[in-house]
């Protein structure tokens, strides 16, 4: 599936800013046989003094971007073609989770993909024993863990009501797995801690989702705005693999991923802001349009 | 019980309860109980002081420790609340000879943790090769992964260490601690040499001492060429520090003052280009090293721990750029962790081929079958605790077992724990640490009690090698238990000296090589550091202000003892609307006033001299104490005049001693501006045109004219004399014209005050404010005259602070 993606997220700020910094992760990565990019270009205005694309250490590319000057607003925007493949089939081959610990401690890296970053607290999911009694319950002593992924996702959904006025951005997902509701991210969250709770790594995937539903099928929840989901370990043969929890699938055709992380925090879309003494406010559109019918 | 020593002369008051314990070391006594040689001639000449004498010099070291304003920050209780240094008044005597074997340990190990250090953040061999859990550091949040691939400039990780060793029971060093984050103690092991120097000065001892000062020249010149920008371009280091409320901020004032850095905190950097930048009042200027005492992931908000409120955006990339040195490098804090210690002794027989030198304590890994094994069945005689912890062993938190038990008396079984948790935790062999001598005072009379003790000796980097702070810092229990160490739990610190049996040619040492003088440019001052000068000023004067008005309100209320009287009233309500409570004889308003100048004097003190700071807290305890005694009248009055002496004591202090560079400026504008604005409201208020009867009399006395009012007109006071007097009169220091031109002349002298010809914005705007006092005549002065002013005074203000102080 072929996609054109636009995306605009607005920042206006209360009292002029002083110099600003910004690390912006908006553009879609490539995953040779699943993610082809054909053009991708971001936008920021007014246009930065200084402006430095790296690669971060979870492989995701980061523009850092600097004004050297006040400005009242600061804008994002990107655009750019891409071709979502679908991947190697969904067969398990994922050890049964009891002997997930095995494998785990035979992976002797630091390597990027490596399970260990996944598995400890990280800034936005430090240990929560309500989710990880919520993760053993979801799940049986005989399930794969591949299976089990899926069982602790299932019974999220099942559990938790997609609410996009219920929480921001800085509630933590304690907070919203105690009130049953929130939005793609703290789904995302509330899952990673549920995983890692009964020993799978599980880490936090930042992209977009098609706006529009093929015909005859609903439209997704959170298709409005950036997206996020889950990817978690399922051994050394499989590797890892991504799960939406909000939507209730394994991520496929529909979805376009920019990076993941450890949480929110390793692939914030926008990370820092101005110098600035007031508040600021920001303002996101998003439209991924899918271009073969 | 305890152990049989030799006490054949000596003295029994002293000695006698002098207790060592079987199976602990002994610095004073050796195994077998008799006197270390290396102490005896201090003992025999310590003994020869009278029990008054040994205390008139303790209490020496004490003053001189207060005079020098030595102290640190106590956590955890009140806010900021600082208490004295806790010296312990006896040195611990170590001989150079154990010394030089120490260091060799010590040298190994330090290339060791760089070694390891340069493989976490690169090629990450430990890992793969089975030395190192990955789970360990990957779960650490000192990890940084953005570190990952970064090459520090110059090659080196580390240039800046802290050793924390003890003495085994069989007598042995062995280390605690490695401090590679960010470690302090340096510029307190300067005081302890200074204070000890004031309990024993005499040639014996301290011509046998080596000293400390060769170590910090060496570590200048080594954060000095790492500042050195690629192809030599200039660039300072400077020390990085969290701030004020930090429980060792006073040792970096000290430190950044002795070794002639500037001390900055994360608001005064930016970074733009990939460089790191000050922000001072003539703009950015680069910085090529930072000598951070700051957490590494606070460093940076946006690429590390974004709740920090204490770094700089950017510093990150800056040091990715290469343009900026770390002392010590981002992500050295992985090198504290306790677990670390379970694997450095393996590590070293890989990586080096050799053992260690100098064993660190016994450590146990939990997370592997036969480790967590061997710590449950040896839990009686273990520490055990937080694996990812980066505290020294005897800093025992409360989810910490010791000897099988949990210090806070949780129920669970010590198995369970290690069952469920093992990859989490480390056991470590319980710490018997070397006892040494620490003066008690009893009601028996003062003695000499064995308490326990860990060295902590500072490393730095130099051309030649690893080089050492050759003494200078050991903590001391406050009890027998090992645990008690840690200052914030009442323990205490000693010097270390480290002696020969010769008296030291002090000639001999190494010399540096003589370098032609040069007159050094002005130090940047940073546009934070200006601000803080800038409203110290301000507040100084707006104390002083406020004393006066109170004085002239009890003088007068005593001698009318009328509250009544219409000029009290009016005084009253002029205060009231500043905020005033007259009912109290000193104002809370005032001690508030005194407080801002203080935090704000607290916040450059690396820029203060001790004799100022001292005048200005002795200004608020005075006032202080004053509040809780004073009445309203007579009384209250000769408090006013009280402090107003001791203001005029501070001020002095300022303007005769203090060096005119551009933040004693900033500090002499604020006054300035502040005394100008004080000055243009009492005029409007007292000598409007309908100011009742007297009230122009007032403000003469408020501006502290009466006299010269007096010689000057001849006459009873006048709106016209009194308006030529205060506002025009370019030679009263208490005019307007003169307090206008004082700042006209300051602004002249501060960097850009041209531009291209043209005169900056505050400068133009003060020579407008000059010439219309120099044209005007008194009777031209009308209530918007003097609004006008005031709208001025404000104006200039913010012109100050766009120009120079953000």
């Known amino acids: 599936m072929r996609y054109e993606i636009q995306l605009t997220i607005d920042y206006t700020y209360e009292s002029g800013s002083d110099r600003g910094r910004n690390i912006v992760r908006l553009l879609p990565c490539f995953i040779p046989g699943v993610q082809h990019v054909e053009q991708a270009r971001l936008i920021a205005t007014p246009f930065p003094d200084e402006e430095r694309h790296l690669i971060d250490f979870f492989g995701n590319s980061a523009s850092h971007l600097v004004w050297h000057n006040p400005t009242p607003a600061v804008s994002f925007s990107i655009e750019a073609y891409v071709e979502r493949l679908q991947g190697d089939s969904m067969h398990d081959m994922s050890p049964p989770l009891v002997s997930l610990h095995k494998e785990l401690i035979a992976s002797r890296s630091l390597h990027p993909e490596s399970p260990h970053h996944f598995l400890g607290p990280s800034p936005r999911t430090g240990p929560m024993s309500a989710m990880t009694a919520f993760a053993k319950d979801a799940i049986t002593t005989s399930h794969s863990t591949l299976e089990a992924i899926e069982a602790v996702g299932h019974a999220l959904h099942r559990e938790m009501k997609f609410d996009a006025e219920a929480t921001t951005v800085e509630t933590p997902p304690s907070e919203a797995f105690e009130k049953r509701h929130g939005v793609c991210q703290d789904f995302a969250h509330i899952m990673i801690a549920a995983l890692r709770g009964v020993g799978i790594p599980a880490g936090y995937v930042s992209g977009f989702l098609r706006t529009f539903p093929p015909p005859g099928k609903p439209r997704l929840e959170g298709a409005d705005a950036m997206h996020a989901w889950v990817r978690a370990w399922a051994g050394q043969t499989m590797g890892w693999i991504e799960f939406d929890p909000t939507n209730d699938q394994f991520a496929g055709t529909d979805y376009i991923k920019i990076g993941h992380g450890r949480d929110y925090s390793d692939v914030a879309p926008v990370l820092g802001a101005m110098r600035s003494a007031g508040g600021h406010d920001s303002v996101q559109t998003v439209d991924v349009i899918p271009l073969d019918h | ?806």
């Open chain 2, 1 to 806: 019980m305890s152990q049989d020593i030799n006490t054949d002369g000596l003295r029994e008051d002293l000695f006698g309860s002098y207790r060592v314990t079987p199976g602990v070391a002994d610095e004073l006594f050796d195994a077998k109980g008799n006197m270390r040689p290396v102490w005896a001639r201090f003992v025999h000449r310590f003994q020869h002081l009278s029990t008054y004498e040994i205390r008139t010099r303790f209490e020496r070291g004490d003053q001189y420790l207060r005079d020098a304003g030595v102290f640190f920050r106590q956590y955890s209780t009140a806010p900021l609340q600082e208490r004295a240094w806790p010296l312990s008044h006896l040195p611990v005597i170590l001989h150079e000879t154990e010394w030089t074997t120490i260091c060799a340990g010590l040298s190994q190990r330090a290339d060791l943790l760089e070694q390891v250090m340069a493989d976490l953040y690169g090629a990450g061999q430990l890992v793969s090769g089975n030395h190192l859990p990955a789970e360990l550091i990957a779960g650490s949040h000192h990890w940084l992964r953005p570190m990952v691939g970064v090459t520090p400039r110059g090659g080196h990780y580390l240039h800046y260490l802290a050793f924390e060793i003890g003495r085994a029971p069989d007598g042995r060093w062995f280390v605690l601690g490695d401090r590679t984050q960010a470690p302090s103690g340096a510029g307190f092991a300067l005081e302890n040499r200074m204070a000890t120097g004031r309990i024993f000065p005499e040639r014996f001892p301290r011509a046998h001492m080596h000293k400390l000062s060769n170590f910090l020249n060496a570590f200048r010149e080594q954060i000095e060429s790492l500042a050195q920008g690629a192809g030599g371009s200039p660039a300072q280091p400077a020390l990085l520090t969290p701030g004020p409320s930090n429980e060792a901020y006073y040792e970096h004032t000290y430190i950044a003052r002795y070794l002639g850095i500037p001390l900055l905190e994360g608001e005064d950097l930016l970074v733009e280009g990939g460089r790191a930048m000050v922000r001072t009042i003539d703009g950015p200027k680069p910085l090529g090293a930072l000598w951070r005492r700051i957490d590494a992931s606070f460093a940076d908000p946006l690429e590390l721990d974004a709740q920090s409120h204490i770094g700089t955006p950017g510093l990150m990339e800056a040091v990715r750029q290469g343009n900026l040195s770390m002392v010590n490098a981002l992500g050295s804090g992985i090198l504290e962790m306790r677990a670390m210690m379970a694997f450095l002794p393996r590590i070293s027989e890989v990586l080096t081929g050799a053992p260690l030198a100098l064993p660190n304590i016994a450590t146990w890994w939990c997370g592997g079958a036969p480790q967590r094994d061997y710590v449950r069945k040896n839990a009686d005689r273990m520490m055990i605790g937080s694996a990812f912890a980066v505290d020294l062993p005897f800093d025992l938190d409360a989810t910490t077992a010791l000897g099988g038990e949990f210090r806070d008396g949780a129920q669970r079984p010590i198995a369970d724990w290690l069952e469920e948790e093992g990859a989490s935790l480390v056991g470590q062999e319980a710490v018997t640490l070397s006892t040494t001598p620490a003066w008690e005072e009893g009601a028996q009379g003062d003695h000499l009690v064995a308490r326990p003790m860990t060295v902590r000796i500072f490393a730095t980097r130099t051309a030649q090698g690893w080089q050492f702070m050759p003494g200078g810092y050991a903590r001391i229990g406050r009890s027998p238990d090992a645990t008690a160490l840690g200052m914030q739990r009442g323990g205490s610190v000693a010097d270390v000296w480290v002696v020969s049996d010769k008296p030291l040619d002090q000639k001999s040492e190494p010399k540096r090589p003589h370098r032609r003088f040069r007159r050094p440019e002005d130090s940047l001052l940073p546009a934070r550091a200006a601000d803080n000068l800038y409203w110290m000023g301000r507040y100084i004067e707006r104390s002083e202000d406020a004393l006066r008005l109170f004085r002239a309100y009890h003088l007068r209320l005593a001698t009318t003892d009328n509250p009544a009287d219409p000029r009290l009233r009016q005084l009253n309500q002029y205060l009231k609307g500043y905020g005033h409570n007259l009912t109290q004889a000193v104002p809370d308003s005032l001690i508030e006033r005194l407080e801002a100048a203080r935090g704000c004097a607290a916040k450059v003190r690396d820029r203060f001299s001790t004799d100022g700071w001292n005048a200005l807290n002795d200004l608020l305890s005075t006032s202080q104490r004053m509040s809780r005694s004073a009445v309203p009248g007579d009384d209250a009055a000769r408090a006013m005049s009280v402090l107003l002496r001791k203001m005029t004591g501070f001020s002095g202090l300022v303007h005769e001693n203090m060096y005119r560079f551009s933040g004693w400026r900033f500090l002499s504008f604020g006054r300035a501006l502040e005394r100008a604005d004080t000055l243009a409201s009492i005029l409007s208020y007292f000598a409007g045109p309908g100011a009742p009867q007297g009230s122009l009399d007032l403000s003469v006395e408020l501006a502290d004219s009466v006299i010269t009012h007096q010689r000057r007109y001849r006459v009873e006071t006048n709106r016209d004399t009194v308006m030529d007097l205060l506002a025009l009169d370019v030679n009263n220091p208490r005019a307007l014209a003169f307090l206008i031109h004082r700042m006209h002349e300051l602004a002249r002298a501060l960097p850009n005050a041209e531009r291209h010809g043209r005169p900056s914005q505050l400068v133009r705007h003060l020579l407008k404010m000059e010439t219309e006092c120099t044209i005007c005549m008194p009777e031209d002065i009308t209530p918007e005259w003097m609004t006008r002013v005031r709208h001025n005074i404000i104006a200039v203000s913010d012109d100050l602070t766009a120009a120079y102080l953000r």
